[in-house]
C-alpha cells in the first residue's frame, strides 16, 4: 500500500483547507488510520485518527477543528481542517497507527499566514 497525501497549500487565518490521503491499495482491513504533521524544526506528531470508520480522536490543539474521516470503499481518508491557525503550518502526512515505514509518503504542506 502507497498513501499519497494531497490538497494543501497557502491559506489565511481562520481559513479552511480539506485534505485527502489517498491509498493504493485497499485500507479496508487496516483498523486505524493517522494523519500527521511536522512542522519546521520540529518533531513529526500525531493529529487524529480514526478507528475503523467510527472512533476519532484528535490531539488537544486541534479538538473542534479539525475533523477526520475514511471512506474505505474510496480508500481514502480525509482531515478537514476549519479556523486554521499559523501554528497549524506544517507538512501534513497520513499513515497507520502504529505507522509503518514504509507507509510515509511525501506529505502536502500546509502554510496558515497572511
Known amino acids: 500500500v502507497q498513501l499519497q497525501a494531497s490538497g494543501g497549500g497557502l491559506v489565511q487565518p481562520g481559513g479552511s483547507l480539506r485534505l485527502s490521503c489517498a491509498a493504493s491499495g485497499s485500507i479496508f482491513s487496516i483498523p486505524i488510520m493517522g494523519w500527521y504533521r511536522q512542522a519546521p524544526g520540529k518533531q513529526r506528531e500525531l493529529v487524529a485518527f480514526i478507528i475503523n470508520e467510527g472512533s476519532v480522536h484528535y490531539v488537544d490543539s486541534v479538538k473542534g477543528r479539525f475533523t477526520i474521516s475514511r471512506d474505505s470503499a474510496k480508500n481514502t481518508v480525509y482531515l478537514q481542517m476549519n479556523r486554521l491557525k499559523p501554528e497549524d503550518t506544517a507538512v501534513y502526512y497520513c499513515?497507520?497507527?502504529?505507522?509503518?515505514?514504509?507507509?510515509w509518503g511525501q506529505g502536502t504542506l500546509v502554510t496558515v499566514s497572511r
Open positions: 499513515n497507520t497507527l502504529p505507522t509503518r515505514e514504509s507507509y
